[in-house]
Structures are given as structure tokens and as C-alpha cells.
């Protein structure tokens, strides 16, 4: 089973441009860092090092102080995320009726511990709580939940992503 699969930063020129702009106009503001990287993350996806770098250098904040907010807060990605987004929830209602079965064959599957496969399409993840507890053991793609899996259910699941 491959590991975590390494993504080169492939940001674009527009991209960097739409954020220089956002930066510009949060220059001044205090909090700025905040909604700076939550509008760093709308615009690539998820906030590699190089989007770090331009938002410390451009508010004039120390990278670590950039780094450490973008990994405190769950909502910020350092990673990016495949076209599909896999998560399986490992809270304690699904542990119990199989999610780590469904976790391990999205695993096998995918080829990959979690992160993202090499052709960028998933990406998986574990989860904790999604509020879906009747339904355990629970999985989400995207916007779509998928509850009561087994782990033989997964393959037939997955085909529907396949492109």
C-alpha cells in the first residue's frame, strides 16, 4: 500500500494574481490572517507553502506564525483534495458496526493510507462525527452519504466516480 502520494504546487498565475488582490485589500485590516487564508484556501484548494509564504510576506507576518494558524484550525488543508472527497467516519456509533472494515477496504481499493491517489481523483480521509449516527457505519463522497455500508459495498460505490 503506497503512502501518502506527494502533489507538486501547480498554482497558476490567475490564482496568484486573485490573491495578491485579496491580500491587498486585507493589508490594513486587523485579523486579516483569518479570512486571508480562508480565501487563500477558495481560491487553490488548500494552502501549500508557497500561498503561506506570499501571505506572510504580504501582511507582513512571520511564516511561522502563517503555518501555525493554518494547521490549528480543522478547516484548513495544507493538502490538496482529489476531485472526489472520501470520508469515513470513525466515530464511536460506526467503529462499533464496521467503519474501520469500510475504511480499510476504500484503503485497499484506492491504494493509498489516506491523502490523495496519484491520479488527484479521491482523496480519503477519516472523520469523526458527522451527525448520522442512526446510519452507521457512514461514509460521505462529496455531498453524498452513504450509510449502512459494508465493506463489500465499497467497489460498486466507487464505480460510480470512476471517470
Do not use: H, W
Amino acid at each position: 500500500m503506497a503512502n501518502q502520494t506527494k502533489v507538486p504546487f501547480t498554482g497558476t498565475k490567475a490564482q496568484e494574481e486573485k490573491l495578491l488582490k485579496v491580500l491587498k485589500g486585507l493589508k490594513n485590516v486587523e485579523g486579516a490572517l483569518m479570512p486571508a487564508l480562508q480565501q487563500a484556501q477558495d481560491i487553490y484548494g488548500y494552502l501549500p507553502i508557497e500561498v503561506q509564504e506570499i501571505i506572510a510576506d504580504k501582511l507582513d507576518l512571520s511564516l511561522a506564525e502563517v503555518y501555525g494558524v493554518a494547521t490549528f484550525y480543522s478547516q484548513f488543508t495544507l493538502t490538496p483534495k482529489g476531485k472526489y472527497k472520501i470520508g469515513v467516519c470513525l466515530g464511536t456509533a460506526c467503529y462499533v458496526k464496521g467503519s474501520g472494515e469500510v475504511f480499510e477496504e476504500l484503503q485497499k481499493q484506492l491504494g493509498i493510507e489516506s491523502g490523495i491517489t496519484s491520479d488527484l481523483l479521491y482523496s480519503l480521509d477519516a472523520t469523526r462525527c458527522i451527525g448520522c449516527c442512526g446510519l452507521a457505519p457512514v461514509m460521505t463522497i462529496n455531498d453524498d452519504v452513504y450509510g449502512k455500508l459494508t465493506k463489500d459495498q465499497i467497489a460498486g460505490i466507487l464505480a460510480k466516480y470512476k471517470e
